[in-house]
């Protein structure tokens, strides 16, 4: 079980274009087909930089105050490397929040030992991701590496 719910995860980040080492072939050619499926993200209209101590508290709070409010679609550029999960909680708009890295840049979620507080409001299972978008529409996550610590 633990095998094949490792795959999925592999598979399902791949779809929204995370990588794991190993896998940039496949999720190069996966990344062509979110690209025919939903375009090309618009430019960058925020820019947030992981802190040197890798919490993603900010980003989150950025997100959450623009995620509802959004009157055409948007992107959110990131850059560096978060130690904790990035969570999407509740994004009804319709308008599309694109995260990506900063033109030039890379980003990497390695969220290492989880803690409870990293579980996203409403999960009631524990379950945590790298990348948690929960609760929400609209959102496309492209060119993160996701890594285990």
Known sequence: MAVMAR???????ALVGLQSPGQEHVAALVDRSVHQLVGTPPACRWRVSAPASGAAEALDRLIGRV???LRAPS?????????TPIVVWGKWSSEPLWLVPEPGRSVTVEPGRLVE????????????GAIDVIGSRDVVVQGFLAERA
Not at 7 to 13: D, E, H, N, S, T
Not at 117 to 127: E, F, H, K, L, M
């Open 67 to 69: 995620e509802n409010r």
């Open 117 to 128: 507080r990293d579980v996203a409001p409403g999960v009631s299972d524990g379950t945590v």
């Open 75 to 83: 992107a959110i550029c990131v850059s560096g490397v978060f130690r």
């Open 7 to 13: 795959g999925l995860i592999a598979l399902v980040g």
